[in-house]
């Protein structure tokens, strides 16, 4: 995109942000369905461009294609031995346990991934990002089921638990200081005891850095190792996602109103997002992956995730990332095996987030994943589950060596360079 095109692109973004504001004002119904394309131009500096692509192909014939996808399409069919745990205020959390199969079971498998040798007791508990769900890691749990027991659970307001009580009761936004509370009474709840290795990809990064900060003897006590996939430690109120610098700052002044106000109106901004939808599909590929030849069942089980967060849940949220920073828990995490990983192409948490993580952990492997955005573990989860068993084997729960060769490959360039 040139320069001349991207600061057009920034004055439409910046004049949609303001409508959606004057709209939130007054005229609610009228002004539904700009608020809902609004929304959409503030996340996507090339939004023309997607819709130009999206007009070329019927209407009706993308909605039967979703449909197709949608029933065709095995991801986030999983499911575990399910639980709840409660927050500290109450929330109910929910989480699911795929406990490893005792000796005589998928022995071909296990070989094949960790040698001969069982592995050790080790839990390996999955920290979802913003938008999402615990279905986000679907290859990975795939990868490992069975042959290590695995915890996965959703945020509070996403997925399967319960609308935050704070939020609900008393109007407050989420704090990451909130979510690493939210991550411990999980981890109480379906890990009372022994070893526990740590996943979080974005958001779940953040709340694992959020644990450490909190909860320094559980880190120091019973976490063996940690993986932290396209995740930040700070600094996100820089990030330009992909927008001139103008357009970045016009939107930063108006949208955190602007998200307070729809998040007040939820019902009729729901409604301006559906009839968007192709306009939003469009974007969320965009900002979620950064290969050409994607798996489309692997983009629309993506966008159903981030479609079902609704429009208030994603207001009590946006104010957290600006106010994030655990630069100094990642202390909490010298010495042990460290997993830091990201799509060169992410531009919702940049790799050079990745690259300050590992350089504030020396020990840490650095693995930066060419043709990659920012939902890395969906896009190139054979990559991504190759790092994590190598992680585990670092972390002694299994044989050194141990691989995963090209598991849940979803495009035909993906491969584990």
């Known amino acids: 995109m040139s320069e001349s095109s991207g600061e057009a692109v920034a004055d439409v973004a910046a004049a949609a942000v303001a409508s959606a504001a004057e709209a939130a004002a007054g005229g609610w119904r009228r002004a539904t369905g700009i608020a809902g394309v609004a929304l959409g131009v503030v996340a996507a500096g090339a939004a023309a461009g997607v819709a130009l692509e999206r007009l070329t192909v019927g209407r009706g014939i993308r909605r039967r294609a979703r449909l197709v996808l949608d029933a065709a399409g095995p991801y986030g069919a999983l499911r575990g031995t399910p639980g709840t745990a409660y927050a500290e205020d109450g929330t109910e959390l929910y989480y699911e ?92 709840a379906a890990v009372p005891e022994g070893p526990i290795v740590l996943v979080g990809h974005s958001m779940g990064g953040m709340t694992v850095m959020a644990l450490a900060d909190r909860f320094p003897e559980l880190i120091r006590e019973r976490v063996v190792a940690a993986a932290l996939v396209g995740t930040s430690s700070g600094r996100l109120g820089e990030v330009n996602f992909g927008l001139p610098v103008a357009g970045v700052n016009a939107v930063r002044r108006v949208l955190p109103g602007v998200l307070k106000a729809l998040g007040q109106r939820a019902e009729l901004v729901e409604k301006g997002r559906r009839a968007t939808a192709d306009l939003f599909a469009g974007i969320i590929k965009r900002y979620s992956f950064a290969s050409r030849d994607v798996d489309p069942a692997v983009a629309r089980f993506a966008e159903r995730m981030i479609e079902s967060t609704p429009i208030d849940v994603v207001a009590e949220y946006y104010p957290a990332f600006d106010d994030h920073d655990k630069t100094d828990a990642l202390a909490r995490f010298a010495g042990l095996p460290v997993l830091v990983l990201a799509g060169i192409q992410d531009m919702v948490t940049p790799s050079e987030h990745s690259e300050a993580i590992a350089g504030l952990l020396p020990g840490a492997e650095l693995v930066l994943v060419p043709d990659a955005g920012h939902l890395v573990m969906l896009e190139h989860p054979e990559v991504v589950t190759d790092r994590l068993a190598d992680l585990l084997a670092r972390a002694g729960a299994v044989p050194a060596g141990a691989t995963v060769e090209g598991y849940g490959s979803t495009s035909s360039t993906a491969g584990p360079g």
């Open 97 to 188: 346990v795929d406990d490893a199969e005792p000796e005589g079971g998928p022995a071909a498998r296990r070989r094949r991934l960790f040698g001969r040798k069982a592995p050790a007791p080790v839990t390996v508990v999955f920290c979802h990002g913003y938008c999402l769900n615990q279905d986000s890691w679907h290859f990975q749990r795939a990868a490992l089921r069975g042959l290590v027991r695995t915890v996965h659970w959703d945020q509070r307001s996403h997925g399967r638990s319960g609308r935050g009580v704070a939020q609900v009761r008393d109007g407050a936004p989420v704090t990451i200081d909130e979510l690493g509370g939210d991550l411990k009474a999980v981890l109480d």
